[in-house]
């Protein structure tokens, strides 16, 4: 493969990523290659006995691909650096810019405050994730669809009563 994948993410804007819910949804051909054939482009590897995650690290963030250990691709996400100051323009950087690219695409937010976060749900079931950094909301992570959405709004309201 020689990177060809690694390359590939490096070309999906964050923004795309969000309001597409999954790599596969951003990249040209569809699909993303097996496990093993990825595994020696990641940065990182790591293994609980059931998932593989596949971590590749670029300027200002990571992008995280999740398998089963049978090789089965799971979901994804992306973990952005809040303090970066090398990983060029991000349009949602912050809830405003979330807010004005969401209009722009017609899509609703549907805001949930939790402890230590805000999170952002998405009409695909994204999530995106806002924390506190030197007194402003800055976007720490986007969390691709995995299950429907109001599985994934069950699950944050839960989450937020609980909190």
Same mark, same amino acid.
Request: glycine fraction near 6%; hydrophobic fraction near 40%; charged fraction near 20%.
């Given at each position: 493969? =020689?990177?060809?994948?690694?390359?590939?993410?490096? &070309?999906?804007?964050?923004?795309?990523?969000?309001?597409?819910?999954?790599?596969?949804?951003?990249?040209?051909?569809?699909?993303?290659?097996?496990?093993?054939?990825?595994?020696?482009?990641?940065?990182?590897?790591?293994?609980?006995?059931? !998932?593989?995650?596949?971590?590749?690290?670029?300027?200002? !963030?990571?992008? =995280?691909?999740?398998?089963?250990?049978?090789?089965?691709?799971?979901?994804?996400?992306?973990?952005?650096?809040?303090?970066?100051?090398?990983?060029?323009?991000?349009?949602?950087?912050?809830?405003?810019?979330?807010?004005?690219?969401?209009?722009?695409?017609?899509?609703?937010?549907?805001?949930?405050?939790? &402890?230590?976060?805000?999170?952002?749900?998405?009409? =695909?079931?994204? &999530?995106?994730?806002? !924390?506190? !950094?030197?007194?402003?909301?800055?976007?720490?992570?986007?969390?691709?669809?995995?299950? =429907?959405?109001?599985?994934?709004?069950?699950?944050?309201?839960?989450?937020?009563?609980?909190?």
């Amino acid at each position: 493969m =020689n990177g060809k994948f690694r390359a590939a993410i490096a &070309t999906v804007p964050i923004e795309q990523y969000a309001f597409q819910g999954q790599l596969p949804l951003c990249l040209a051909h569809s699909a993303l290659p097996a496990l093993e054939a990825l595994k020696p482009q990641a940065d990182e590897v790591w293994s609980d006995g059931q !998932h593989e995650v596949l971590t590749f690290h670029y300027a200002g !963030h990571a992008v =995280n691909v999740t398998f089963r250990c049978s090789g089965t691709y799971l979901f994804d996400s992306i973990d952005v650096w809040a303090d970066c100051s090398d990983c060029g323009e991000i349009a949602i950087r912050t809830p405003e810019g979330l807010f004005l690219h969401a209009t722009g695409a017609g899509a609703k937010l549907e805001p949930f405050e939790l &402890t230590d976060e805000l999170v952002y749900l998405l009409p =695909n079931a994204v &999530t995106v994730h806002y !924390h506190k !950094h030197e007194q402003q909301w800055m976007l720490t992570k986007i969390a691709g669809s995995f299950r =429907n959405y109001e599985d994934t709004r069950a699950s944050l309201q839960m989450i937020m009563s609980a909190g």
